[in-house]
């Protein structure tokens, strides 16, 4: 079982709907949690940590579900430049290392 | 506040050749990690250093290596590569402070193709 796990998409949505990213972790001692946005050929750039009680950006909302060992990030009202690929990261538990899972690919259509 | 830079952006290499990816971290930064991306995949850790320290690895073999200067500036080197080499090289740093998990913030990468 991969560390962590994360739907590959591609997840196509018209603009201004709602959609939901999932993703599973398989080390219950982890404790950072983020979400990262990488555009096609570029860096990864972080879009938002999750925290314990769950927390929102404006459009983009991440919650943390521990006892099952997910963490998820909700978009609402999808803009065009939405459309990218949202990784997934935990840390290593008891080290300083950031586990990426593959990456989900949305593209919002006009 | 200047980012994570990286040099060079793009480089071609052969197979045994060695290669050597540098990285200077964002302003205030003492902790530096490399990742590997290959194309569909999610980036791979590959090592963190710390105080010019290496502070944790990833599954890489010996061939990787690396280092960290008194600037918390960097280096990856790759001995013998190898076509599986070829990959977007990242590098990112993190304000570490004792017992946090800081957030990571990336430079704009290196790609190295192996032929």
């Known amino acids: 079982r991969k560390e962590v796990e994360q739907d590959p998409g591609p997840f196509n949505v018209p603009e201004g709907a709602t959609v939901a990213f999932n993703c599973t972790y398989s080390?219950?001692?982890?404790?950072?949690f983020f979400w990262y946005r990488q555009d096609c050929r570029k860096e990864p750039k972080l879009l938002m940590s999750?925290?314990?009680s769950g927390n929102e950006d404006g459009r983009f909302t991440a919650q943390l579900n521990r006892a099952s060992q997910y963490i998820s990030l909700l978009i609402r009202d999808s803009k065009l430049s939405d459309s990218a690929t949202y990784l997934c990261?935990?840390?290593?538990?008891?080290?300083?290392?950031?586990?990426f899972g593959t990456g989900t690919r949305l593209k919002v259509l006009a | 506040e200047t980012g994570v830079t990286q040099s060079p952006t793009h480089l071609i290499k052969t197979r045994g050749q060695q290669v050597t990816l540098r990285c200077s971290s964002q302003?205030?930064?003492?902790?530096v990690s490399w990742y590997q991306q290959a194309l569909g995949q999610g980036p791979q850790f590959i090592f963190q250093y710390y105080r010019e320290e290496e502070n944790g690895r990833g599954n890489f073999p010996p061939r990787f290596s690396g280092l960290q200067f008194p600037n918390y500036s960097s280096e990856l080197n790759v001995n013998a590569l190898e076509l599986d080499d070829s990959a977007l090289y990242l590098c990112?740093?993190?304000?570490?402070?004792?017992?946090?998990?800081?957030?990571?913030?990336f430079g704009p990468g290196t790609r190295l193709t192996v032929l």
């Open positions: 302003s205030g930064h003492n902790t």
């Open positions: 990261v935990v840390n290593g538990a008891g080290t300083y290392k950031y586990i």
């Open positions: 080390n219950s001692a982890s404790q950072s």
């Open positions: 999750v925290y314990s």
């Open positions: 990112a740093s993190s304000p570490r402070t004792s017992g946090s998990w800081n957030e990571q913030f």
